[in-house]
Every structure is written in C-alpha cells, then in structure tokens.
C-alpha cells in the first residue's frame, strides 16, 4: 500500500533523529522509541548457490534481541565492565533510499527499507570501519508518536570487518 507523503516524511524523520540518538550515545533516549515488543535481527549472510531462496540464514544470527535485552546491552554499556566499548566507538549512520510501505491490515504501522552505511571510530587511530546493507525497519504510532517496532538488518558482509559487534546499526 503505497504511503501518503506527509507519513513518509514522518518516517524518514523518525529514522533520521533516531541514528542521532544512536550516534551521540544516548542510548536509554532511544529505548524509549521503542515499542515494548520490539524485535531487533542480525541474521548471518552465507554463501550460497543462485537458486538458494536466501542469502541469509533462518537460524543463525549474529544479533537476535528484544527490547528487554537491548536494555540489558545498553544497561553494561554505561557499567566499567564494558570494555569492549572502553573508550567508546564513535560512528556516524549514512541512512539512504527510503522506501515506504503502509501496513495492509494496521494503517497506524509503516515499514521502510533503507539503506545504510555506518562509520565507525575508535581509539586516536586513523583506521576505521564500516560496515553497510540494507535495514527492513517497521514502525507504529502509539500515543501520538512513532514507535520503532521491528529491526531487521541484512549486511552486504559475509564476515564481519570488526572485532566486536558492541555498537548499534
């Protein structure tokens, strides 16, 4: 179902101000743009042969969280047990190629593909990483306001170029 502009435009708000939140660490802002059944995904890209049906595997995955565990996640991050992320990661989202669909059965939920591209700093070193895919993001309004959903995130990489995956996509 195609989406009404000004909904689009909410939703490419609502991401943009999200990797704000991301990118300048304030990460118990951002649980609360999330829905309490909020679902977040990494699934493990594998080579596979053309007439696979995916690239991505149905049972594996470097991510698999809720809303309770990224709370847990976000909770040690700010702990002096957290040093992997001691000092902390500094990464800029590059978010691009909306595109939008309204949910067929709840016209209060969006879903948005996006593209992305995410930097990633650290220590005073002049190396750096990036990692980059496609993100399938789902939103709804609760009280007025966009609420992140669902989160699943497809990497272009079959091995991840970071030592850690302690940062957020």
Do not use: C
């Amino acid at each position: 179902m195609k989406v009404p502009f000004d909904l689009y435009q909410e939703g490419v708000e609502f991401f943009l101000q999200e990797a704000e939140l991301i990118d300048d660490r304030k990460f118990k802002e951002w649980l609360n743009v999330m829905t309490e059944d909020f679902t977040y995904r990494i699934p493990i890209r594998v080579t596979r042969e053309k007439a696979a049906p995916s690239e991505f595997s149905q049972h594996s995955s470097l991510m698999n969280e809720t809303k309770s565990t990224m709370e847990i996640r976000i909770m040690r991050t700010f702990s002096e047990y957290n040093w992997a992320e001691d000092p902390a990661s500094r990464t800029r989202h590059f978010l691009t190629n909306f595109r939008a669909r309204q949910d067929e059965q709840h016209e209060n939920e969006l879903h948005f593909k996006t593209n992305f591209l995410l930097y990633r700093g650290k220590f005073d070193s002049t190396s750096f990483q990036f990692l980059s895919g496609e993100r399938h993001d789902s939103i709804r309004k609760e009280d007025g306001e966009w609420k992140l959903s669902k989160r699943l995130i497809l990497l272009d990489h079959t091995t991840v170029p970071m030592s850690n995956l302690a940062i957020f996509i």
